[in-house]
C-alpha cells in the first residue's frame, strides 16, 4: 500500500526559513515526478513546487521563485521543500503528491480532485507578521 507522509509544518515569523519533508513508501519513486501542493482556506490545493523523477527539472510557482528550494532523495524515497523568507501569505496546508509524469505536468494540470498520483494528508505552515 502506497503512503505519503509529509512533515516539518510549524508556526514561524515573517522572515524566517522551515523544511518541509515528504517520504514515500510503498512504490519506487524514482518512477515519479514529486511535489508540493498549498491548500489555503477556501481553495483548492495549488501546485506550489515540482521536481521530476531525477531531480532535473524543477517547476516553481512565481510567487514563490528565489525563495522555495525543492529537492529529492530517491535514496530515501523523500523529497524535501525549503522554504525562506517566509510571506503570511505562504500559510496554508502543504500537502506531497506523486505522480509518473514530468514536474510541470503534475504542479499545473494535475490535481487533487482529479484522482490522479498519490496524496499525502498535509502538514500545516503558518507565517506570522
Known amino acids: 500500500q502506497v503512503q505519503v507522509v509529509e512533515s516539518g509544518g510549524d508556526l514561524v515569523q515573517a522572515g524566517k526559513s522551515l523544511t518541509l519533508s515528504c517520504t514515500v513508501s510503498g512504490l519506487a519513486v524514482d518512477d515519479y515526478a514529486l511535489g508540493w501542493f498549498r491548500q489555503t482556506p477556501g481553495t483548492e490545493p495549488e501546485g506550489v513546487s515540482c521536481i521530476d523523477w531525477n531531480g532535473i527539472k524543477k517547476y516553481y510557482i512565481d510567487s514563490v521563485k528565489g525563495r522555495f528550494t525543492i529537492s529529492r532523495d530517491n535514496a530515501k524515497n523523500a523529497v524535501y521543500l525549503h522554504l525562506e523568507n517566509l510571506k503570511p501569505e505562504d500559510t496554508g496546508i502543504y500537502y506531497c503528491?506523486?505522480?509518473?509524469?514530468?514536474?510541470?505536468?503534475?504542479?499545473?494540470?494535475?490535481?487533487?480532485?482529479?484522482?490522479?498520483?498519490?496524496w499525502g494528508q498535509g502538514t500545516q505552515v503558518t507565517v506570522a507578521s
Open positions: 503528491a506523486a505522480l509518473e509524469a514530468d514536474a510541470m505536468t503534475l504542479c499545473t494540470v494535475v490535481s487533487m480532485g482529479k484522482g490522479l498520483g498519490y
